[in-house]
């Protein structure tokens, strides 16, 4: 859950200056990616892997780590040596586990440490067009009349989707009915037919077919309107909680890292962010860069890790 800003980073650009174990022709940045190749996040961490390994003379190589709900991938730098110096791509994931989970092979505290808050993307409320609600207050009004008649669609029980839903829920006060999917493909056509009337999703999915009118757009979960969806309310505009909620990626290097090496890769990363060239690749894939630096990326790492663990509560979400 992250509200979408763009903020300096503050890290000179003289830091990325390299020490001998970064030095030009020095080796590898290995990248770990917990997602099959071809995804967003498969595109993110290529673009930017590419560009960090440039300021730093490195070469960067990308493995494609899925299974086990990231945590196969995230075991496996939780262990990875200190040099070639590697990055875990991280996402929305890293801090559900913990609470989803009845025991990881890690600690996501004490084995990693955050390098930088890199994208989000933004999550949208979203309406079939067959209800009644042309805003959020009204959406919320028949979620009142109507105790848990309203069906949404996820991805499936303890995804981002399924917990900041579960979390909107609480927050305003009102229950929902749960139906897990397998992806976009499985849940929108029946989100078309009105078999479960909503969904909060990613705008990446869901501007399109907002657009072509084949569904209705309420709200985006930030606490402030999209630059790029100005007559788009943010969700606590029509009365109901201001529950944030995006698909965020992050780096982690796992504590083996010095914490000098560390450094660098993160002023590379922030400095990558900012580039013109960068934060135009993103947008064009309505990914939006972030680049919030280590120190509030922990911050925001236990913020999250919180807020999931209230979710998880209150949904009795469970992993089979």
Sequence with gaps: MIRVTRRAAGVALASLAAPAALAQGAGQLRIVVPFPPGGSADAQARLLGGMVAERLGYSAVVENRPGGGTIVATQEVARAPASPPTLLMVSNSFT?????????????????????????????????????????????????????????????????????????????????????????????????????????????????????????????????????????PALGEGGGPAVASSSWFGFMAPASVPAAIRGRLEAALLDALRAPEAVARLQDMQITPIARGADAFAAFLREEHGNYAEAIRVSGARVE
């Design 96 to 232: 559900i586990n913990p609470s989803l989970q009845a025991s990881l092979p890690y600690d996501i505290f004490r084995d990693f440490q955050p390098v930088a808050l890199a994208t989000a993307i933004p999550h949208v409320l979203v309406v079939s067009p067959a209800l009644p609600a042309r805003n959020v207050a009204e959406f919320l009004a028949l979620a009142r009349a109507q105790p848990s008649a309203l069906h949404f669609a996820t991805p499936g029980i303890g995804t981002s989707n399924h917990l900041n839903t579960e979390l909107f829920a609480r927050r305003a006060g009102v229950a929902f009915t749960h139906v897990p999917y397998r992806g976009f493909a499985q849940w929108f056509p029946d989100l078309l037919a009105n078999r479960v009337q909503f969904v909060i999703g990613t705008v990446t999915e869901l501007l399109e077919p907002a657009r072509a009118g084949q569904v209705r757009m309420l709200a985006v979960a930030q606490a402030t309107r999209l630059p790029g969806l100005p007559d788009v």
